[in-house]
């Protein structure tokens, strides 16, 4: 198993591209035959879900426009509680089927508020899929109705995930190294 660092702290690879990839197919496939015909706007939450956005919906063979917004809670290794909003909602939302892209469900609060925002535009119907699902670390009782792997309550980078800025851009998924502390 490999192992970095990014800034002071030591990861793990718990998955491989390869493995990732297979799942993101999979899911993609499967999320394929849901919206085929109904012309979706599928939005995509920034930073963290971009790598995942760009591997499944490459199986989305349909029309369907992509949009992106970014609401994020995160500071280091911990949600501060506290959603910030960077990027409005694109145009139109009512009368549309709307996919949600995320990266990681954990607490919750991320997707609870945005889903929220998103159901007073009066949207047709609104689904959200998500590599990596934490119900453990859930706080806010909102389940993603698709997603590729559930995970353990443990600190994760890697494959679009981050730790302090770092870590995006690496293919596997990494956790904290048991026993390490920040």
């Known amino acids: 198993m490999q192992e970095i660092t990014l800034h002071d702290l030591e990861f793990i690879e718990i998955l491989s591209e390869k493995h990732l990839l297979e799942s993101i197919k999979s899911l ?17 939450i920034l930073n963290g879900a971009f790598v995942f956005a760009a591997e499944l919906i490459k199986y989305f063979d ?9 609401y994020r809670s995160y500071k280091g290794l911990h949600s501060s509680g506290e959603i910030q909003k960077s990027l409005p909602f694109p145009g139109q939302i009512e009368g549309r089927h709307v996919l949600l892209l995320e990266d990681i469900v954990d607490t919750g609060l991320t997707l609870s508020v945005l889903t929220k925002d998103l159901l007073d535009q009066h949207p047709e119907s609104l689904k959200t899929a998500c590599l990596l699902y934490k119900p453990e670390a859930l706080i806010y009782p909102i389940e ?27 293919r596997n998924l990494y956790q904290l190294k048991p026993g390490k502390k920040p």
């Open 28 to 44: 993609g496939l499967k999320i394929r035959e849901e919206y085929y015909d109904k012309y979706p706007l599928v939005l995509v």
């Open 62 to 70: 349909f029309p369907l426009e992509l949009d992106f917004v970014r």
């Open 144 to 170: 993603p109705d698709f997603y590729s792997f559930q995970v353990e309550n443990k600190f994760l980078v890697g494959f679009g995930l981050d730790y302090k800025g770092l870590g995006r851009n690496l």
